[in-house]
Antibody, heavy 127, light 108 residues
Framework: QVQLQESGPGLVKPSQTLSLTCTVS??????????WSWIRQSPEKGLEWIGN???????DYNPSLKSRLTISADTSKNQFSLKLTSVAAADTAIYFC???????????????????WGQGTLVTVSS | EIVLTQSPATLSLSPGERATLSCGAS???????LAWYQHKPGLAPRLLIY???ARATGIPDRFSGSGSGTDFTLTISRLEPEDFAVYYC?????????FGGGTKVEIK
């Protein structure tokens, strides 16, 4: 059974870079059927999809975060990571990683449902 | 961006009762691209339903999904004690994935 676990600093200073890693166990991120996603939750915005990556390295980002965001994968460690630059208080949230199964594909991207999820990690942006 | 609006915000019911949760979309959701999740504090969200009405692996048949276009429903036929939680809908047919604001099902 696939399990995901987020890790990284719980406190980041404004203007700095938020970095998180998701470690996947019980399955390989190199499986061609899935995408590997980041989602966050805050009281202000609720659940917000951040972006995803496929094992091939192809990424897809939320347009509102795209200019600050990098998602990468390390297949040798079975991990994928998130880097969000120039953070502000509005980036304070619980960050979840999840496996995404493609349910709909257009000519440019695939999207789907998330199963399973990690239990999430709280990241606070504060000086 | 497709905006999903869930109602009611809170549903107060007793175990054994039927729960009906609504999810409305700001524009038509392509074909059947809608999912539902259950979330309890401190735990990972749990997929219940995908493709509007397909139950995820291991989900009891008291959970069912229906709807089309802009109006979708999650029904819990008889609430069990473990069903009291927050429920979210999510669409994956728009320009990018979006989620609803959630409905909290609480014990009356």
């Amino acid at each position: 059974q696939v399990q995901l676990q987020e890790s990284g600093p719980g406190l980041v200073k404004p203007s700095q870079t938020l970095s998180l890693t998701c470690t996947v166990s019980g399955g390989s991120i190199s499986s061609g059927d899935y995408y590997w996603s980041w989602i966050r939750q805050s009281p202000e915005k609720g659940l917000e999809w951040i972006g995803n990556i496929k094992y091939s390295g192809r990424t897809d980002y939320n347009p509102s975060l795209k200019s600050r965001l990098t998602i990468s994968a390390d297949t040798s460690k079975n991990q994928f990571s998130l880097k969000l630059t120039s953070v502000a208080a509005a980036d304070t949230a619980i960050y979840f990683c999840a496996r995404e199964r493609a349910g709909y594909c257009s000519s440019t991207r695939c999207q789907g449902w998330f199963d399973p999820w990690g239990q999430g990690t709280l990241v606070t942006v504060s000086s | 961006e497709i905006v999903l609006t869930q109602s009611p915000a809170t549903l107060s019911l007793s175990p054994g009762e039927r729960a009906t949760l609504s999810c409305g979309a700001s524009e038509s959701v392509s074909i059947r691209y809608l999912a539902w999740y259950q979330h309890k504090p401190g735990l990972a969200p749990r997929l219940l339903i995908y493709d509007v009405s397909a139950r995820a692996t291991g989900i009891p048949d008291r959970f069912s999904g229906s709807g089309s276009g802009t109006d979708f429903t999650l029904t819990i036929s008889r609430l069990e004690p473990e069903d009291f939680a927050v429920y979210y809908c999510q669409q994956y047919g728009g320009s990018f994935v979006t989620f609803g604001g959630g409905t909290k099902v609480e014990i009356k």
